[in-house]
């Protein structure tokens, strides 16, 4: 298959499943690719795994004797085994059994009758994780013994990369509850190509400079003085603070997709939320010389979620930051409006940025054609910060909207309920 990870290490897969069959169609599948260990029960899985050591377990959960949930638990609390990554591979599909598949370690769900492609691919993003992670480590051991000046930098490089796998493995649990919905399947599949392709164009970036970074520190680091370590380090911690910053968009995105975000609806003061939020950016405001003009009074009550609210002000108050090119400006103002017989506060930010195009606005809020656009400085972002927006926005009761005009500035208008 054209799809199959290519690396000079061939990875080894343990095939835990009672029923012969099974065992040769997953080999069929498997045995061109990948070294190929089976068990046929429980207790041989776990010997097997421990003497062993292979780098991805497909698991079976209904198994006589020990079943594939007991198995999962055994390794997990064993040492030299908790690391290996299983993917439970069943005919099993309630919602309980998924749940408690993901609880006890297990890092993926895959039901039966399966796609071979899909088991192909899922298997193919686990293996690169694996490696990647194993890399760091083998990296970060290396680092150690040569100077321990980087090791705290390191350090937290590694719970960064932990905090990362988690959140990969949460979106992972997001799109399984996804498949489970018949009448949402279609929009299903759509958000998760869209997914997969944001993350293997944006994610393996960030991880090939930090995997490149700390290669030439590790063959190169008696070359380097204390300052221009000092700035590697910097440069290290940087990018992995913007490659979680992407997981967390991602992440926050899905759970809107899936509702399962908790809101919390009452009268509320703009002005405290604004206060709060604004404070955060003034460092990224002031680093770029931009003031920030906020023209909204104490007072100014409307009918919102309080986290929503805040996360619509930080996106919008942030772009506008990020397309303003140094000593421009940003300017918050709100009125109130009536809409279809329906009083709103419209709450507008504006910038003197570089401004968008038609074709740019009318594809600004639509998840197909979400795109990552450089600031006037090259910052980073995932693009979907426009997309939650008015995901938040609209489970609000209100709307979103912009006028824009190429190297004049943007404005975006939000229209909040008010109760009069």
Known sequence: MNNMPQTTKKNTILVVDDQPQNIRLIGTLLREHYNLLIADNGPKA???????????????????????????????????????????????????????????????????????????????????????????KQQYTELMQKNEQIKKAYSDLEQQAQ??????????QNETFLRKSNEELKKLNEMKDKFFSIVSHDLKSPFAGLLTMTDIINHHINEFSKEELADMVHSLNKTAQQTYKFIEDLLEWSRSQMGRIQMNIAKEDLASILAGTLLTLNQQAEQKEIAIENNIPIGTYALFDNNMMAT????????????????????LNAEKVVKEGKPFLRLSVSDTGVGMSEEKKSQLFTLEKVQSTPGTEKEKGTGLGIVICRDFIEKMGGKIAVESKLNEGTTFYVDIPTED
């Open 46 to 136: 776990i010997e097997t795994a421990r003497g062993k050591a292979p780098d991805l377990i497909l698991l079976d959960i209904m198994m006589p004797e020990m079943s594939g949930f007991e198995v999962c638990e055994t390794l997990k609390n064993n040492e030299l085994t908790r690391e290996i990554p299983i993917i439970f591979l069943t005919a099993k599909t309630e919602t309980e059994d998924i749940l408690k598949a993901f609880e006890i370690g297990g890092v993926d769900y895959v039901t039966k009758p399966f796609n071979a492609l899909e088991v192909m691919a899922r298997i193919k993003t686990h293996l690169e994780l694996k490696n990647s992670k194993d890399l760091i």
């Open 163 to 172: 905090n990362l796998n988690k959140l990969y493995l949460q979106l992972i």
């Open 312 to 331: 619509i002000v930080r996106n919008l108050v942030s772009n506008a930051i990020k397309f303003t090119h140094k000593g421009g400006k940003v300017t």
